[in-house]
């Protein structure tokens, strides 16, 4: 009897949080322009245009495991792995899908998530096209939507990177097997 209390106390808690989308058009319309023009800022390669759309304390976790605070902190990963003198990706697109609309917590909070495709050419030449997940949280602050928090991921065990390199492990490993023989055939015939 009392888990059953519990429940309806952690239920009616949660009530008055979450708003229902039907009633919040116009909030998630906003937030459909945030997402449109991060995109659009992201595809031109305008590092201005992106940290734009971040709150000034914001935390992005990228795919490769960096975190970066703040914009400043979005701004030199960026030129690190973008513009800088040792970068390593070349050009970068991505197309993001929202699993469903974003979890609204009163009028200025909210959480999305979903999934990219994201297009990478490294420096080195290598092109792939990456599957990912994402999450984010986005606040209301001076009248603006803004991406304080943003998490991007990938499968570990399965991903384009992860299969070029069993690709390279594979072809050496076939080339070293092949070699062997050919040098221990002239082995054993200089033996003879």
Same mark, same amino acid.
């Given at each position: 009897?009392?888990?059953?209390?519990?429940?309806?106390?952690?239920?009616?808690?949660?009530?008055?949080?979450?708003?229902?989308?039907?009633?919040?058009?116009?909030?998630?319309?906003?937030?459909?322009?945030?997402?449109?023009?991060?995109? @659009?800022?992201?595809?031109?390669?305008?590092?201005?245009?992106?940290?734009?759309?971040?709150?000034?304390?914001?935390?992005?976790?990228?795919?490769?495991?960096?975190?970066?605070?703040?914009?400043?902190?979005?701004?030199?990963?960026?030129?690190?792995?973008?513009?800088?003198?040792?970068?390593?990706?070349?050009?970068?697109?991505?197309?993001?899908?929202?699993?469903?609309?974003?979890?609204?917590?009163?009028?200025?909070?909210?959480?999305?998530?979903?999934?990219?495709?994201?297009?990478?050419?490294?420096?080195?030449?290598?092109?792939?096209?990456?599957?990912?997940?994402?999450?984010?949280?986005?606040?209301?602050?001076?009248?603006?939507?803004?991406?304080?928090?943003?998490?991007?991921?990938?499968?570990?065990?399965?991903?384009?990177?992860?299969? @070029? @390199?069993?690709?390279?492990?594979?072809? @050496?490993?076939?080339?070293?097997?092949?070699?062997?023989?050919?040098?221990?055939?002239?082995?054993?015939?200089?033996?003879?």
């Amino acid at each position: 009897m009392k888990c059953w209390r519990l429940m309806m106390l952690l239920g009616v808690c949660a009530l008055p949080c979450s708003l229902p989308a039907e009633e919040n058009k116009e909030i998630h319309d906003e937030l459909r322009a945030l997402r449109n023009g991060m995109i @659009a800022a992201i595809d031109k390669g305008d590092i201005d245009q992106m940290t734009s759309f971040l709150a000034t304390n914001c935390v992005v976790t990228w795919q490769d495991a960096t975190v970066s605070r703040g914009r400043d902190g979005v701004r030199a990963y960026y030129d690190r792995m973008m513009t800088g003198p040792g970068r390593i990706v070349q050009s970068f697109k991505t197309s993001v899908a929202v699993d469903e609309l974003t979890i609204l917590y009163n009028d200025d909070t909210g959480i999305s998530f979903g999934t990219s495709v994201d297009q990478f050419k490294l420096t080195g030449g290598l092109n792939f096209e990456l599957h990912g997940r994402w999450s984010a949280t986005l606040v209301k602050q001076e009248g603006r939507w803004l991406i304080a928090s943003c998490h991007m991921s990938t499968n570990l065990f399965n991903n384009p990177l992860l299969n @070029a @390199a069993k690709r390279t492990v594979y072809w @050496a490993g076939g080339l070293c097997l092949v070699a062997g023989i050919i040098l221990g055939l002239l082995v054993a015939r200089k033996r003879k």
